[in-house]
């Protein structure tokens, strides 16, 4: 399933009424089934200087609270640049929610400037993430940065 495909599906929903919450859980849901290599897909929201989890799909992690400049979430924040890491144990900070995980994407969810969170992916496969990977993530979180407009 490409970006468009997906968004064109949360559009659907958003013209029926789903709320921002419902439209969160759908994207990660129909992001994690787009990928045989996206084995942990959530969304992050940027409150101050801290990232809270909000809807996801994959193995529990501890990490509901990132702080900004922290890990590879905390770092695309602090840096206002989305973050390709294709293998995570090359990156000093990286904060580990599993040992299968091999490699690691964040896209933010912006608005130009303004940061509203992200769309954090791992993967147990490393290098896992191409350009059409993520094209296919950028076209989502652009979508989802409307739902704060």
Known sequence: MTGREIVGLLQKLATIGQGRDKLLI????????SSPHFNWVGVYELAGDVLVLGPYVGAKTEHTRIPVGRGVCGTA?????????PDVTKTPNYLACSTATKSELVVLIRNGDRIYGQIDIDSHTANAFGPSEEQRVTEVATFLATLWN
């Open 26 to 33: 759908e994207a990660v849901h129909l992001l994690q089934r």
């Open 77 to 85: 924040v602090a840096e206002a640049r989305d973050q390709n890491v």
